[in-house]
């Protein structure tokens, strides 16, 4: 039953990350991946978030799956992230590219570790 879960789960990711991506891409022309950009580190803080409730206050393992790796798995990616910077690199904004991989690369880490220190799991 629990892959059921895990897999609704990251039906429900997968759209949110869709929305979210589109909403703000919308809002903000510029040669900066802005909608990938929040959605990857905002996934990365609720992971922190989620890891953090996991080891400091017990959340369940099933819990656990479902959101972090069903919804956040889904919400989140990788290839998103490495497609955003060739992207920028085959159209010529190859600083962009690199302020972009820099960002996320430093961004991420520091919004999980955020999560965590909230949650009591640093």
Same mark, same amino acid.
């Given at each position: 039953?629990? @892959? *059921?879960? %895990?897999?609704?789960?990251? &039906?429900? +990711?997968? $759209?949110?990350?869709? /929305?979210?991506?589109?909403?703000?891409?919308?809002?903000?022309?510029?040669?900066?991946?802005?909608?990938?950009? @929040? *959605?990857? %580190?905002?996934?990365?803080? &609720?992971? +922190?978030? $989620?890891?953090?409730? /996991?080891?400091?206050?017990?959340?369940?393992?099933?819990?656990?799956?479902?959101?972090?790796?069903?919804?956040?798995?889904?919400?989140?990616?990788?290839?998103?992230?490495?497609?955003?910077?060739?992207?920028?690199?085959?159209?010529?904004?190859?600083?962009?590219?690199?302020?972009?991989?820099?960002?996320?690369?430093?961004?991420?880490?520091?919004?999980?570790?955020?999560?965590?220190?909230?949650?009591?799991?640093?």
């Amino acid at each position: 039953m629990i @892959v *059921v879960w %895990v897999g609704l789960a990251g &039906a429900g +990711g997968a $759209v949110g990350r869709f /929305a979210l991506e589109r909403w703000i891409t919308a809002r903000h022309e510029s040669p900066f991946a802005w909608g990938t950009f @929040v *959605v990857n %580190v905002s996934g990365s803080f &609720a992971l +922190g978030v $989620v890891v953090g409730l /996991a080891t400091a206050h017990g959340l369940s393992r099933d819990l656990r799956l479902v959101i972090g790796t069903g919804f956040l798995g889904a919400y989140t990616t990788f290839s998103t992230y490495v497609y955003e910077i060739v992207r920028r690199v085959e159209s010529g904004n190859r600083q962009i590219a690199l302020v972009y991989l820099a960002a996320s690369a430093l961004a991420g880490p520091a919004a999980a570790a955020v999560g965590l220190a909230l949650t009591g799991g640093l």
